[in-house]
């Protein structure tokens, strides 16, 4: 997953929660716990990179003989070659062919990592301190071991489902993206989709590393790129003419750079400010929390929450000037400008609507905008299901009593996109916990704390079963 959402530490100061998690439950799933950490080490150590010698197929191979050694039948099993990757399918059939199948996602290529920036070889899984090393060890590969060593364990078990289980992982989640979407398509009548890619669900506190509260996600906001452009005749430098395109276009930028969207909530996002504002050490801005959730047009608490980046994100549409290039030489006028914007657009709003919006507020009429976003479409919140909010609270509270579980926005994307634009309801559903200071997707030195895999296990065991019986 693109980790654009902010780890929440970073921009709240949570209230001291009691020791009521200091430590998860015990392990009760040893076989499958030993059997996560083996695979998520083996496939950490493929180069599931887009371009030459991309092993995603490779990975999703390790996947499948880990799948049919676990019990499932090789029959139930597919992996569908695409360009350089590959995306896999396993499924159980459930009892009850009436019932919609419940979708398990996840992705198997990584973000690329160069040895010499890292201080380990990042395709080299290495243990230490209580942490594993490695490219993948966060987005997403551990993830998906403990999700393929879960429906392992629930084999083992005799576990038997009443709704079809679909594991349906995705090989290009970090690049392109073709394979999620052709996964939605497949798949567009599904129940539901449980997502395990990471987006710091779980936080430790830094100081003690105790859990100090769960979020899961239901929503995400989409990605967009916009090219703005002027351009005109140009000319000689000591002639100048009234229309600059430099100076046009930077007036368009500067009202972009200040202007601000139009607050708003959804279900997933009122929740979460009402949920998360009584964890506040600062009082002021808990209440600003509740204020905007009760009325999103509260100019003081709108005021309070911009100044946090993560709360500023969950208010609605962002947009924000990244790169600019113009002019062809020193002596000269500009013949030609253009700008992007990238936006993070909130769950309801399309491109073209808010193309219009950045139009309307640049107020250059000789400016024109273009939408060059690839791979990201626009999606609705999923609903918050009464049922899945309880199965995620159950699960969670097996292995962390007590713990506070939050409904979120994500601000990053990630193959849910492709689902909900089909109907389905998606959501983020890890159950990592890390602190922010150790928390290096898509960065160097990635890793995950090794604690994470018995509380995992007894986790995705608990959730999977709640929701297909």
């Known amino acids: 997953m693109t980790p654009i959402r902010l780890v929440l530490a970073s921009a709240l100061t949570l209230a001291p929660l ?140 005799g576990y038997r489902p009443k709704r079809t289980i679909v594991l349906a992982l995705s090989g290009d989640e970090e690049t392109l993206m073709k394979t999620g979407q052709m996964l939605a398509e497949r798949f567009a009548g599904a129940e539901m989709v449980l997502n395990a890619d990471f987006d710091t669900n779980g936080l430790l506190d830094e100081a003690t590393g105790k859990p100090l509260m769960y979020d899961w996600q239901g929503a995400e906001k989409a990605y967009a790129d916009f090219e703005l452009e002027v351009t005109n005749p140009g000319g000689h430098s000591s002639k100048p003419s009234l229309d600059n395109a430099i100076v046009q276009l930077s007036q368009a930028l500067v009202r972009i750079g200040a202007y601000r969207f139009k607050p708003e909530v959804n279900d997933l996002t009122r929740a979460y400010f009402e949920t998360s504002a009584p964890l506040q050490s600062n009082a002021a801005l808990g209440a600003a929390m509740l204020a905007f959730a009760k009325d999103q047009t509260d100019a003081d608490a709108i005021a309070a929450l911009r100044k946090a980046p993560l709360l500023y994100g969950m208010m609605g549409t962002t947009c924000i000037p990244t790169t600019i290039v113009g002019g062809h030489a020193v002596n000269a006028q500009p013949q030609r400008v253009t700008a992007v914007v990238n936006c993070r657009i909130f769950p309801g709003h399309t491109n073209e609507e808010i193309m219009a919006e950045l139009k309307s507020v640049a107020a250059v009429p000789q400016m024109t905008i273009r939408d060059m976003t690839e791979g990201a479409i626009a999606t609705a919140a999923s609903p918050l299901r009464p049922d899945v909010k309880a199965a995620i609270e159950r699960s969670i509270h097996k292995v962390y009593p007590g713990i506070p579980v939050i409904p979120a926005m994500s601000l990053g994307a990630s193959d849910n996109m492709w689902y909900r634009h089909k109907g389905v309801p998606s959501y983020v559903v890890s159950p990592l916990f890390i602190k922010p200071s150790d928390y290096h997707s898509h ?13 995992a296990i007894t986790y995705y065991t608990a959730l999977v079963t709640d929701l297909s019986r």
């Open 18 to 157: 009691p020791a009521f998690a200091a430590k998860p439950a015990p392990a009760t799933h040893p076989v499958a716990e030993a059997q996560a950490l083996e695979l998520g080490q083996r496939i950490m150590a493929m180069r599931s990179v887009r371009g030459p010698g991309n092993e995603t197929p490779k990975v999703a191979a390790a996947l499948r003989d880990a799948l049919v050694a676990g019990g499932f039948a090789a029959t139930d099993i597919e992996i569908v070659p695409v360009d350089d990757t590959a995306y896999l399918v396993a499924q159980w059939k459930g009892s009850d062919s009436k019932l919609k199948p419940l979708i398990l996602s996840g992705h198997m290529d990584v973000v690329e990592a160069k040895r010499a920036d890292w201080q380990r070889d990042p395709f080299v899984p290495v243990i230490e301190d209580g942490y594993l090393y490695g490219r993948g060890a966060t987005d997403m590969k551990i993830d998906v071991a403990l999700m393929v060593s879960s429906l392992i364990e629930l084999k083992r078990q």
């Open 443 to 455: 960065g160097l030195n990635e890793k995950v704390p090794l604690a994470n895999i018995p509380p």
